[in-house]
């Protein structure tokens, strides 16, 4: 296993790393050492705002996916074995199905004649039929519905192995459901909602297929345009230039999150010791 | 009083919420799956017609099926490859304890949080940097990488909760520690073994991020062509296709269940 993973998982990003200061624009071609594609990439105002909106979009997509993910993490945690069961089912598949598959779902709900269309439409709101697709807000709505299951399922393993008593008690000493939330249950889940933000943020901000089909040419996105390069333009250092970029905002992410865990619970523990 | 009106609002908005979340989830699929049975020549909804032609075009389609086999080949190599590997690393971190355990159980996680584009491009260069990039392998390795912190995670979980007394009673009556392994710790976790295989089988059926890097000069799985022939295009076939696509994972996913529980699915 070691092995494999070093073999194909730490050399290729090593490999990535050498072939991104190459100076050339071809493919692997020629060696030598050079920081254009780096000095390209943060001079041109064009890359960095796209890095930008890239970075808030997966913070928005990845908040969104903690608001609507936590209620239903925690609520399967705790349905009894027979009601979790399809549940369970219905978080799963979207996990497991190709992506491409989802999101030519998207497509029919989305689409001009589409689900959303028809029935706006039926109902009045809308006179004639209207694109939904192509634009930022349906891009962050088909990554939501995408990276859910991450979240709930990461949120869910937690909230189970919180004793129900520990709530019953804060309900004894008179706090009322919001109270308990914020004491008792989001301090003790916070180990998985840092993994789930974690998984989401780092899988939204590398997402290119979704980009590309749902948001068009309009919205572009850093991985869609890594694949463009690599893909297309065959221009291969310009493309790991940006996937190292793309790689080292997702390390500072989870670093800075493990750093933000680690103080709050040694933060935690001090109070209590008080 | 107060305290009775957040109680409600909680209440009301979690309820809320599930109901948007189950939707949500399941729309995409249960829309594809209701599409494809269309007569009509372009995507539409409601759907017009009830026909199967779809499905007869998908299944004459040479691309597609060509697809669907390789796939389905590279899938299964795949859940062998990654159940070995997988676990004989998981194996270790159960049983011993070394120096840079910590390590070897982080890099066994870590193809989580390395994006997909990052690794795609990194094996496609290394790839074609030992001229195998027209090869299958470069998917292969791919995916394998990919499987790999399911399977550990799954086998992990299966070791754990498996009683090490069974294998002292066994060693007790002078079995070889080999034959132990065998005839007592497989045969134990082999339910964790078979979801553990089926996991990686189905994350390597699925995957299209890494491998639409790695499908450079032929052999392109059925999500590549899916993805390459939506760039494109957008007709019934497609639904068609991505239909049979859902059916096989559905039936994957309801096997897992019945073999270790839903709640251990995570």
């Known amino acids: ?274 | 009083m107060k305290s009775d009106l957040t109680d409600y609002v909680m209440r009301v908005a979690g309820a809320a919420i599930r109901a948007l979340v189950y939707t949500m989830l399941a729309i995409p699929a249960i829309l594809v799956i209701v599409s494809s049975f269309t007569s009509s020549d372009t995507m539409e909804f409601p759907p017009t017609g009830f026909s199967l032609r779809w499905y007869r075009t998908a299944l004459e389609s040479d691309r597609f099926m060509g697809a669907l086999w390789t796939s389905t080949y590279v899938a299964v190599l795949v859940a062998v490859i990654a159940l070995v590997v997988g676990f004989a690393g998981a194996f270790a971190i159960n049983r011993f304890s070394f120096r840079g355990k910590a390590v070897l159980l982080g890099l066994a996680f870590s193809p989580l949080i390395v994006p997909a584009v990052v690794l795609g491009i990194g094996l496609l260069q290394l790839f074609v940097w030992l001229n195998l990039a027209r090869t299958v392998y470069p998917l292969l390795i791919g995916h394998l990488v990919l499987a790999i912190p399911y399977v550990v995670r799954t086998v992990l979980a299966s070791l754990a909760l498996h009683n090490v007394q069974l294998e002292e009673a066994a060693m007790n009556l002078r079995a070889t520690p080999l034959r132990v392994i065998r005839r007592v710790t497989l045969p134990l976790i082999l339910p964790g073994l078979l979801s553990a295989a089926i996991f990686a089988f189905v994350t390597s059926f699925g995957n299209v991020t890494v491998s639409s890097f790695l499908t450079y000069g032929g052999h392109a799985t059925l999500p590549v062509r899916i993805f390459a022939y939506m760039d494109n295009s957008y007709d019934p076939l497609l639904a068609a296709v991505s239909s049979i696509m859902i059916v096989v994972t559905l039936v994957i996913i309801v096997i897992i269940e019945r073999l270790i529980g839903a709640e251990r699915l995570a």
Do not use: H
């Not at chain 1, 092995?3 to 020629?30: A, I, M, Q």
């Open chain 1, 1 to 274: 296993m070691v092995l494999v993973l070093v073999g194909f998982l730490v050399v290729p990003l090593f490999g990535l790393l050498r072939s991104s200061f190459l100076p050339g624009n071809r493919l692997l071609e020629g060696t030598g050492f050079s920081l254009k594609q780096y000095l390209i990439f943060f001079s041109d105002s064009y890359y960095s705002s796209m890095l930008l909106e890239t970075v808030v979009d997966g913070l928005v997509v990845t908040l969104i996916c903690l608001a609507i993910g936590f209620p239903t993490g925690y609520s399967l945690a705790r349905l009894p074995p027979f009601a979790r069961r399809w549940r369970m089912l219905i978080v799963i598949l979207p996990l497991t199905l190709s992506l491409v598959v989802v999101v030519f779902g998207w497509m029919i709900v989305l689409g001009r004649n589409g689900l959303l269309n028809a029935f706006l439409v039926n109902v009045g709101i809308l006179s004639t039929p209207k694109t939904f697709l192509f634009s930022r807000p349906a891009v962050v709505v088909v990554l939501v519905q995408q990276f859910l299951p991450f979240m709930i399922l990461s949120i869910m393993s937690v909230v189970a192995q919180i004793d129900p008593v520990l709530e019953q008690a804060a309900a004894n000493l008179r706090s009322n459901r919001f109270t308990t939330f914020r004491k008792v249950i989001i301090p003790l889940a916070l180990p998985g909602i840092i993994v789930g933000f974690n998984l989401v943020f780092v899988l939204s901000i590398s997402a290119f297929v979704t980009p590309r089909i749902i948001g068009g040419s309009r919205v572009a996105m850093i991985g869609s345009l890594i694949y463009e390069r690599m893909m297309a333009e065959l221009n291969w250092p310009s493309g790991a230039a940006m996937a190292v970029v793309l790689f080292i905002c997702g390390l500072g992410f989870t670093a800075a999150l493990n750093a933000l865990a680690t103080s709050q619970f040694i933060v935690g523990r001090r109070r209590r010791e008080v």
